[in-house]
């Protein structure tokens, strides 16, 4: 299959509403192919559809021994606290330090368009919430005070140019 091109911040679709995932067939299969293989090959834990510049409600992810593919996710419970550093593909991976809850329930459907539950803690109720937001328009750094996310925005442009 093949690695795709990762959207970085600023990109439009990163701040769009994704629309719902609607076909079940072999052209999403092999997109989540390609995400999860993308996924891989830049070292993240998650990935969803517009970091790679699709508007849709769609994710991968495997972290902490949780591999699933998300379409059309929605966080249906959350409780507990955790803080802990967390980073993006799209932003670098400049990790800031996000509160979110320490577990979280997501429900969505597979690849063939099967409805799931699945219960999460720490690390991999972060991806589940992180990825979700992806598919909500929201990046991580939307969750932080505005002068800690403009400091991770300008250590993201930094090291651009250093690259
Ligand atoms: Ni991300």
Redesign the pocket.
């Known amino acids: 299959m093949a690695i795709r091109k990762i959207t970085e911040y600023p990109g439009e679709v990163l701040g769009k509403i994704g629309q719902p995932v609607t076909k079940f067939d072999q052209e999403l299969a092999d997109l989540c192919v390609d995400m999860f293989d993308t996924m891989y090959d830049a070292e993240g834990v998650g990935l ?1 559809a517009p ?1 790679i510049g699709l508007n849709l409600r769609l994710f991968v992810m495997d972290c902490e021994g949780t591999k699933l593919i998300a379409a059309n996710p929605e966080i249906i419970a959350t409780d507990g606290e955790q803080s802990s550093p967390e980073g ?3 932003v670098g991976k400049v990790p800031a330090v996000v509160v979110r809850p320490m577990n979280a329930t997501l429900r969505a459907q597979d690849e063939k368009g099967e409805w799931f539950e699945r219960e999460a803690s720490g690390y991999a109720a972060r991806a589940f919430m ?1 990825e979700t937001d ?1 598919c909500n328009g929201t990046l ?1 750094i939307d969750h932080l005070p505005k002068l800690r996310r403009e400091m991770i925005l300008k250590r993201f442009k930094k090291e651009k140019n250093w690259k």
């Open positions: 969803a970091q993006c593909l799209s992180h992806h991580f």
